[in-house]
């Protein structure tokens, strides 16, 4: 191999961006610690006011994290016990896991095998009189085909969820031109402010994003115990919300957030041009009617134990991960609605072959040609190409 190993090698380089932003970031917890206002703070709302401008939308909603973001989504809509929801069987469990919890049936749909998005086609094929919404997932950094997915919504009179964990900051393009941003297509979207998203921080955080007046009230007062005046309680509701540290740390990193997106690219540019030519493997397909921001940077291994390149690029300091080594529908806590092996194969495929690689905002040459080399270097020895 021709390059050395760097410094050690992180799937996400948290410490190292915190220092490029060190200053601003100390000197607003620093300001948050001074007033003492630790709980909905004016910097909480400051951060939320900014994001919303950033997205082109009315209200930005905090909240304590992105799986509460999904179920403030839910109650706020009114979905109950029999209503279904359809959601993509590849993706990561907090999608289903609120539906589940509020009682609400998950109606799992397989997705694209290119792009890990949510396939439309089979969307419409799964909608009962029961189906109430739909939960297109914007998984590791680009846009569901949003425009297939609303007009599907539109023509069976469902709601649109979009979980937006993975793509904040992405940008979806209409045929007609027109762009919106992630999130702020369907009737909601939420995000998630966990630490290693592209838009994170220092614990736990999430959001809400929505256009109409209404219904941002009615999820501000089930986010604060159904409460629109302190301790007199219209409905039943929960507590959820962001913290004043976090959302300090937020308003810091917000301004960064496209410079983030761009590096991000940067590196997923470089692992194309390197592995781009490789039959064994495939890289990321981006969607032409969305730009992508790219949270993770997940090869489909084709031909090869994905676990034998797991383990080879961890024996050189290399870390990877699986995102998601089971699909939903075959996880215990859903047997419970019948699916079984076979019923979902793009997902089942998927989880059996794809690896992320490291990707994040700190990432130079030195360390993405140390990981390609690597991988270049595996397929050789396996007589690959």
């Keep these: 191999m021709s390059h050395q190993i760097p410094i050690k090698i992180q799937m996400v380089d948290l410490y190292s961006q915190y220092l490029h932003l060190k200053d601003d970031i100390d000197a607003a917890m620093a300001e948050v610690i001074k007033t003492s206002s630790y709980i909905n703070g004016p910097i909480v709302n400051e951060f939320a006011a900014e994001l919303a401008v950033y997205n082109n939308i009315n209200h930005v909603v905090p909240c304590a994290n992105g799986t509460d973001a999904l179920q403030l989504a839910m109650m706020a809509l009114d979905l109950k016990p029999g209503d279904e929801v359809i959601v ?14 509020l009682g609400i049936t998950p109606v799992f749909v397989d997705v694209d095998k290119d792009t890990f998005l949510i396939n439309p086609e089979l969307v419409e094929k799964h909608i009962t009189p029961q ?4 939960v297109p ?57 966990f630490p290693s998203k592209n838009l994170g921080c220092f614990g736990d955080g999430g959001a809400l994003l929505v256009e109409d007046d209404d219904l941002a009230e009615r999820i501000r007062m089930i986010a604060n115990h159904g409460q629109q005046v302190k301790y007199y309680h219209d409905i039943v509701g929960v507590n959820s919300r962001l913290d004043t540290l976090q959302a300090a740390v937020l308003k810091v990193k917000l301004k960064e957030l496209n410079s983030f997106s761009e590096r991000r690219n940067e590196s997923a540019c470089f692992y194309d041009e390197q592995l781009g030519n490789y039959t064994a493997l495939s890289c990321p397909r981006r969607l032409p009617s969305s730009t992508h921001v790219f949270h993770q940077y997940t090869l489909i291994c084709n031909s090869f134990d994905r676990d034998d390149l797991k383990q080879y690029l961890a024996e050189r300091g290399i870390p990877t991960m699986v995102y998601y080594p089971v699909p939903l529908h075959l996880q215990k806590a859903y047997q419970m609605y019948g699916y079984s092996e076979g019923d979902f194969p793009i997902s089942e495929l998927l989880s059996s072959r794809v690896l992320s690689l490291p990707i994040h905002t700190e990432q130079n040459k030195e360390e993405l040609y140390y990981i390609t080399d690597a991988i270049k270097e595996f397929l050789t020895v396996k007589g690959l190409n």
């Design 131 to 134: 189906t109430k919404a739909i």
């Design 88 to 101: 993509p069987s590849f993706t990561y469990v907090a999608t289903a896991e609120v539906i589940a919890l």
């Design 137 to 193: 997932v914007h998984l590791f950094g680009q846009c569901a085909d949003m425009e297939a997915i609303m007009k599907i919504a539109h023509d069976h009179n469902l709601y649109v969820i979009e979980d937006t964990a993975q793509a904040i900051g992405a940008e979806y393009r209409f045929s007609n031109g027109s762009k919106k941003k992630a999130g702020t297509i369907g009737t909601i979207g939420t995000t998630s402010f």
